[in-house]
């Protein structure tokens, strides 16, 4: 099966699913949401899939987050909607997930990364979670879970940038390692993990995530979304995000 926004590579047990917009740094497009949810459902329906690692393509970003220049189109909001379906496709994988991030994850390529079970973090790997910049709430209902309340509030709050060695101290990263060895470690943690029981790791994923979930909170960030989006703050925000962005391109 083909794809053109994301790339599958398959090892023995082990699928990799490349982001594959380099020259837009892997920002999320809508050809991408519904290639990544396609892909997902696939990889889910096939048994000899034991663990599936998500990653970007070329050496800069993991996913710089939402296609700006779509973003703006006259479709925007449903395009960014398809976004965050693939973003709960993601999180709703029974399978074992691994985000190798090899760059900067910023907005939704910084939930992307969350809702993957695992994150390995190339040292020259950044998060962001620029919601609120924009008028948005993106990664509030997962980014608890990971970092506390405190923590998730303050990344949240400020939309500060977080690098690598931030990431590992706050448990935002579960490891670190030098960019040029990020593939080799992901491979050989992807093989562990499939070398044991399949049924028993995906149980094992299902009553950890339930014992963790917050009830009805990715609901209400959707909720809240539906309702900001209608708000000229968000739009105005989103305008000007957008053109400094486009402007760096």
């Known amino acids: 099966m083909g794809y053109n926004a994301i790339l599958l590579e398959r090892d023995a047990h082990v699928a990799t699913v490349r982001l594959k917009r380099p020259e837009k740094h892997n920002a999320i497009n809508a050809e991408m949401s519904a290639e990544l949810i396609e892909c997902l459902d696939a990889l889910e329906a096939d048994d000899d899939v ?12 993991f996913c710089a987050g939402a296609d ?37 994850a910023y907005g939704g390529g910084a939930v992307f990364a969350i809702h993957c079970d695992i994150r390995i973090c190339s040292a020259a790997a950044k998060f962001r979670f620029v919601g609120a910049t924009y008028g948005l709430v993106v990664g509030a209902s997962q980014l608890p879970r990971i970092v ?38 992901v491979r050989k943690m992807a093989s562990a993990i499939a070398e044991n029981s399949p049924r028993a790791v995906i149980a094992s994923k299902e009553v950890v995530d339930l014992a963790t979930t917050i009830p009805d909170a990715g609901k209400r ?29």
């Open 148 to 185: 506390g309340l405190a923590i998730a509030k303050e990344l949240l709050f400020t939309a500060c940038v977080v690098d690598s060695v931030e990431a590992l101290r706050i448990g935002l990263a579960n490891r670190v390692v030098p960019h040029a060895e990020l593939s080799d470690v």
């Open 68 to 104: 700006m220049a779509e973003a703006l189109g006259t479709a925007g909001d449903s395009r960014r909607d398809s976004a965050a379906r693939a973003a709960i496709r993601l999180l709703r994988t029974k399978k074992p997930t691994i985000a190798a991030v090899n760059g900067y």
């Open 221 to 249: 960030e959707m909720e809240h979304n539906l309702e900001l989006r209608q708000g000229e703050d968000h739009r105005e925000r989103f305008r000007e995000a957008a053109a400094r962005v486009i402007g760096q391109g």
């Open 50 to 61: 034991r663990v599936i690692v998500l990653t970007g393509a070329g050496e800069k970003a």
